[in-house]
């Protein structure tokens, strides 16, 4: 059984950083497509970024192009998301997944989800 489990939430100011962990067990770490998606109140889930297997390659979506940055240790089983100058539009449950994809971006194509960090950056 795969689980998922993110750490690393909490309340930050605006233009501060923060740093979200992702523990993966139960299958291969290093054949899963890793991916942070975020979901705000009253709105849908939404796409923040992916790291291919072999952690050399990343994709963004463009509302976090350039402060956030997707990293993964294949040895640690771990994803991790890097938040920088935050803002208040940044406010959300966090998730990271996990796909047996190459590539993709969409949230119905992932396979095993953790439960949600919740980050809230105040103004």
């Known amino acids: 059984q795969v689980q998922l489990v993110e750490s690393g939430g909490g309340l930050v100011q605006a233009g501060g950083s923060l740093r979200l962990s992702c523990v993966v067990s139960?299958?291969?770490?290093?054949?899963?497509?890793m991916a942070w998606f975020r979901q705000a109140p009253g709105k849908e889930r939404e796409f923040v970024g992916c790291?291919?297997?072999?952690?050399?390659?990343?994709y963004y979506a463009n509302s976090v192009k350039g402060r956030f940055t997707i990293s993964r240790d294949n040895a640690k089983n771990t994803a991790y998301l890097q938040m920088s100058s935050l803002n208040p539009e940044d406010t959300a449950l966090y998730f990271c997944?996990?796909?047996?994809?190459?590539?993709?971006?969409?949230?119905?194509?992932?396979?095993?989800w953790g439960q949600g960090t919740q980050v809230t950056v105040s103004s």
């Open positions: 139960g299958q291969s770490f290093s054949t899963l497509l």
């Open positions: 790291n291919l297997r072999s952690g050399g390659t990343q």
């Open positions: 997944a996990a796909s047996t994809a190459y590539y993709t971006i969409r949230s119905d194509q992932y396979d095993y």
